[in-house]
């Protein structure tokens, strides 16, 4: 048996169809929303279905949720494992404990303290390690058991979920990447940026922006926005020059580089960009863009403006 994420997979009609056959409420609830592409937008950007799968026969064994949110909403506890299920022939051999280990260990790379489960259930997180933290309303206004493990703890266990852990988001991050756009939608580049070796990128399944994480569910607004008008990026709308949404918010650090980049890419392109940030990182050491760019649009476009003209030259 081998585990396999569900956003990450090459065969998600087949793993939905598995799904479907779930004889649980939950679980079908969990099929429509997969099926209608709205989970993401239910408990979080970087949620993740792992499932434990016979990899002979091609079926699923058991699955379950890993994600900022669950059925406690809002709350700042997070993340959460949810939905967590085992087909009936397979009770009994603990199999579930498996994804919870997997869950666990993206969650301790990624320096959570802790994780959470919502549960009606008595008597069989205990097995797994979880103590009971409190009863909360669930967002039906019911009364939910919520456990909680605690991960940052000293010694061996806490080594070797780092270690797989780290495996594991590797896995997910680059089959996020797999033939992506990397522009994020603010103008940034995701191809360049320094966190990038643990995030997909914001048009990715598996999106970990530092900024969109300030945001419930974590979707920065920039994001929302241009999904609401159905844009590309930010570099397609009108109001780009005085914009003051999400990352262009004045006084946050990199807002005038990040708009710099959305109107160079507006004159010139996507790839024009990535052309000029290999150019970057090539003449200067540096992490963010913003420590090149300076804190001026017009500075930051001139220096984009700079560097593109040398490029042409160069390719003359």
Not at 159 to 166: F, I, L, S, Y
């Given at each position: 048996?081998?585990?396999?994420?569900?956003?990450?997979?090459?065969?998600?009609?087949?793993?939905?169809?598995?799904?479907?056959?779930?004889?649980?409420?939950?679980?079908?609830?969990?099929?429509?929303?997969?099926?209608?592409g709205?989970?993401?937008?239910?408990?979080?950007?970087?949620?993740?279905?792992?499932?434990?799968?016979?990899?002979?026969?091609?079926?699923?064994?058991?699955?379950?949720?890993?994600?900022?949110?669950?059925?406690?909403?809002?709350?700042?506890?997070?993340?959460?494992?949810?939905?967590?299920?085992?087909?009936?022939?397979?009770?009994?051999?603990?199999?579930?404990?498996?994804?919870?280990?997997?869950?666990?260990?993206?969650?301790?790379?990624m320096?959570?303290?802790?994780?959470?489960?919502?549960?009606?259930?008595?008597?069989?997180?205990?097995?797994?390690?979880?103590?009971?933290?409190?009863?909360?309303?669930?967002?039906?206004?019911?009364?939910?058991?919520?456990?909680?493990?605690?991960?940052?703890?000293?010694?061996?266990?806490r080594?070797?979920?780092?270690?797989?852990?780290?495996s594991?988001?590797?896995?997910?991050?680059?089959?996020?990447?797999?033939?992506?756009?990397?522009?994020?939608?603010?103008?940034?580049?995701?191809?360049?940026?320094?966190?990038?070796?643990?995030?997909?990128?914001?048009?990715?399944v598996?999106?970990?922006?530092?900024?969109?994480?300030?945001?419930?569910?974590?979707?920065?607004?920039?994001?929302?926005?241009?999904?609401?008008?159905?844009?590309?990026?930010?570099?397609?709308?009108?109001?780009?020059?005085?914009?003051?949404?999400?990352?262009?918010?004045?006084?946050?650090?990199?807002?005038?580089?990040?708009?710099a980049?959305?109107?160079?890419?507006?004159?010139?392109?996507?790839?024009?960009?990535?052309?000029?940030?290999?150019?970057?990182?090539?003449?200067?050491?540096?992490?963010?863009?913003?420590?090149?760019?300076?804190?001026?649009?017009?500075?930051?476009?001139?220096?984009?403006?700079?560097?593109?003209?040398e490029?042409?030259?160069?390719?003359?």
């Open positions: 048996m081998k585990i396999v994420e569900y956003f990450t997979s090459d065969n998600q009609p087949h793993w939905l169809e598995e799904i479907r056959r779930s004889d649980w409420g939950a679980g079908q609830f969990l099929y429509e929303l997969l099926r209608d709205k989970l993401k937008a239910t408990v979080g950007q970087t949620a993740l279905v792992p499932m434990l799968v016979e990899e002979e026969t091609g079926k699923l064994v058991s699955y379950c949720t890993f994600a900022p949110l669950d059925d406690i909403q809002p709350t700042e506890l997070t993340p959460w494992v949810g939905f967590v299920y085992t087909f009936p022939e397979y009770r009994g051999h603990r199999y579930a404990g498996r994804l919870l280990e997997y869950a666990e260990s993206l969650a301790t790379v320096g959570k303290e802790a994780i959470y489960i919502s549960t009606g259930h008595t008597g069989l997180y205990e097995k797994y390690g979880y103590t009971f933290f409190r009863m909360m309303k669930d967002v039906s206004g019911e009364d939910s058991r919520v456990y909680r493990k605690l991960l940052q703890t000293d010694g061996e266990d080594q070797r979920r780092m270690e797989q852990g780290d594991r988001k590797n896995e997910i991050v680059t089959a996020a990447k797999k033939d992506l756009d990397m522009t994020a939608f603010c103008g940034f580049s995701c191809k360049h940026c320094f966190l990038g070796q643990w995030c997909g990128g914001c048009r990715s598996f999106c970990c922006c530092s900024y969109g994480t300030l945001y419930l569910g974590g979707k920065c607004p920039n994001v929302s926005c241009c999904a609401e008008k159905g844009l590309d990026g930010c570099w397609e709308c009108g109001a780009l020059a005085v914009c003051e949404t999400g990352f262009y918010t004045p006084g946050n650090d990199g807002a005038a580089a990040c708009k980049q959305a109107l160079f890419i507006r004159s010139h392109g996507k790839q024009a960009l990535f052309r000029v940030h290999d150019k970057l990182h090539e003449t200067y050491d540096f992490q963010k863009t913003q420590e090149i760019l300076g804190a001026s649009v017009e500075e930051g476009l001139k220096i984009l403006e700079g560097i593109w003209m490029l042409q030259k160069e390719g003359e």
